[in-house]
């Protein structure tokens, strides 16, 4: 009988009750209504304002807190989605916008919850429009929560568990390279970090560490970087070997590009790491997003902090790039 390493490094995937998923997506919902509103505002989306129209957005702000409280998704809001809420209109800090991050564990969520047929590449959004139909939530109605909630708080019914496993190894995968991109950035800095002989605790609030926790990287994967340019193309070959990502471009993950000719668009596809940081910056933010939504909803995250992802490696004991295949 041939011993399968790769059985011995698997966890039944163990999803929290569908309707604990389902009111973190109604909190989330409740929180990127207000979103659009503020980045509008923000953006001077509208055009030229006028007092009815400004009128009008500070009682839609109000109906959709209001609706959080009519609802009792306020015993399950985090306190930083609550102060959000609760802060007048236009009044939102750079944090609170950085919220807007969050469409993509939304749209994880309402896959899990059946209400999305797929995720897509992790070089593209959900597409928020269809996301917010998908619930049948209006913000501004508390009875629509409830209408969204109720049926989850007797069936389980959610993702299939071979489906979930193939999904989470993959955001484990997008998740992995992301990060091994920030340390293929920083290994030059991170080395002569190392090789410091001072290593007082100011060190915690050096520019470099500063930079590390702000992109959630584990300290566990540090000691990588410096072999990270060997390290990704293995990391893109087993990866692409096990279906994670569907092709390779230049020994790295292959991101499909858009580029606008004449008469057409064309697609074409180019290495990860000839990304400038723009996209970069994207990727990343879409991958530690869905990666935070599947590892709550499996309980190997406990809160809902997309800070706190630095501290979570991978949702497998191994993560899917470097799990053995089964034999």
Known sequence: MAFRVSSILRQ??????????????????????????????????????????DGRKVRAVEAITAAMYESGLDNHATKAEKDMLEKPYRSWEYNDYV???????????????????????????????????????????????EKFVGPFMSSQHTAEA????????????WVWRARAQVLLGLREEIDSAKSSSSSSSSDQDSPLETTLRAKHIPHSLRKMAADMPNTIPL??????????????????????VEMKGDNDTITTSVPYA??????????RKIA?????????????????DI?????????????SVWTPNDS
Request: aromatic share 10%; net charge negative.
């Open 307 to 319: 800070g706190k992802v630095g501290e979570l490696v991978s949702i497998n004991p191994i993560s």
């Open 235 to 256: 990391a893109a070959k087993r990866a692409h070997a096990r279906g994670l990502v569907e092709s390779l471009e230049g020994g790295d993950f292959a991101i499909a």
């Open 288 to 304: 530690e997003s869905r990666f935070l939504a599947f590892a709550w909803s499996l309980e190997k995250a406990s809160d809902w």
């Open 12 to 53: 039944e995937l163990k999803l929290r009750p569908a309707y604990e998923l389902a009111l973190r997506s109604s909190c989330l919902q409740l929180v990127l209504a207000r979103w659009g509103l503020e980045t509008a505002a923000l953006m001077g989306l509208g055009g030229e304002q006028t007092a009815n129209d």
């Open 274 to 283: 000839n990304l400038d940081q723009q996209h970069l910056d994207a990727i």
């Open 162 to 173: 071979q489906q979930l496993q193939r999904e989470v190894d993959i955001a484990e995968a």
């Open 99 to 145: 919220y807007g991050d969050h469409w993509e564990s939304f749209g994880v969520l309402q896959w899990i919850l059946g209400r999305q047929h797929t995720i897509p590449a992790y070089y593209s959004n959900f597409d928020r429009a269809r996301l917010f139909q998908s619930s049948g939530i209006m913000p501004a109605d508390p009875s629509t929560v």
